[in-house]
């Protein structure tokens, strides 16, 4: 097996290293260059290797830790958004994600702006990548489509650019006014969160009317059963 062969080499460069550390300096005989230096196929330092070698081993035993891996919370990153918003941009996303391997790559976007009623030319589409490609992979992660909407709501983009054509012309609505620059964004935000603190109260206030119609109702009860336990009495 692959793995097995691996190990064999490995384990062959360890010992040769090692044997080397280990004899006197009167016995050791001169050793190409080329061979103490690290190696360049795998590009590696025998210690490097070492460390290779004992995780492959742990492999193959089950005994490997696991690696943590960041994962991404578009929630707890992008606050700015409600959950809605985020939602939707979600949405947009995987539908223009044809290929469904969690990118939008540059004949993606291609359609997606054609869609959306402003065709870029096929550097057009190169830039749009650039400007929010943090990994340099050459196409758009979930993550990298949400920066355009938040660098839209917050007047980062150029007026006439392809990610402000597209976050105007999606249907995700990022403030109440429109992508018109971060002022009317927060603002925006802020009053929705009021709108919404006012919606809440009134519920609250719907609630404790049931409420207390209910105990009303159930003192009547009261009242009228003890009423007719008195008049058969």
């Known amino acids: 097996m692959a793995s097995e062969e691996l190990a064999k080499k490995l384990q062959s460069r360890l010992a040769a290293a090692e044997e080397v550390e280990q004899r006197p300096e009167s016995e050791q005989s001169p050793v190409p260059a080329q061979s103490l230096e690290p190696d360049h196929a795998c590009g590696e330092t025998p210690s490097e290797l070492a460390t290779k070698l004992n995780r492959r081993l ?3 035993d089950g005994n490997a830790p696991s690696r943590a891996t960041l994962v991404f919370n578009p929630y707890t990153e ?3 958004f409600s959950r809605k918003q985020i ?3 979600e949405a947009m996303f995987k539908r223009y994600d044809t290929g469904k391997d969690g990118f939008i790559d540059l004949m993606e976007l291609k359609l997606m702006m054609e869609k959306l009623g402003a065709p870029q030319t096929h550097l057009g589409l190169k830039n749009m990548i650039k400007e929010v ?6 196409k758009l ?4 489509f949400l920066l355009i909407f938040r660098r839209a709501a917050a007047g980062e983009l150029q007026e006439e650019s392809g990610l ?5 012309l999606s249907e995700i609505n990022v403030s109440t006014e429109g992508v018109m620059g971060a002022k009317d964004f927060f ?7 009021s709108q919404g603190s006012k919606f809440e109260a009134e519920i609250r206030e719907e609630k404790e009317e049931r409420k207390k119609q209910e105990v009303e109702k159930k003192e009547r009860q009261a009242a009228f059963k003890q009423l007719q336990s008195a008049f058969y009495s």
């Open 58 to 60: 742990d492999i193959n």
């Open 78 to 80: 992008f606050k700015e």
């Open 87 to 89: 939602k939707d941009m």
């Open 133 to 138: 490609d943090e990994d340099f992979d050459g």
């Open 141 to 144: 992660s979930f993550r990298e």
């Open 164 to 168: 402000m054509a597209l976050a105007r």
């Open 187 to 193: 603002e925006a935000k802020v009053q929705a969160l």
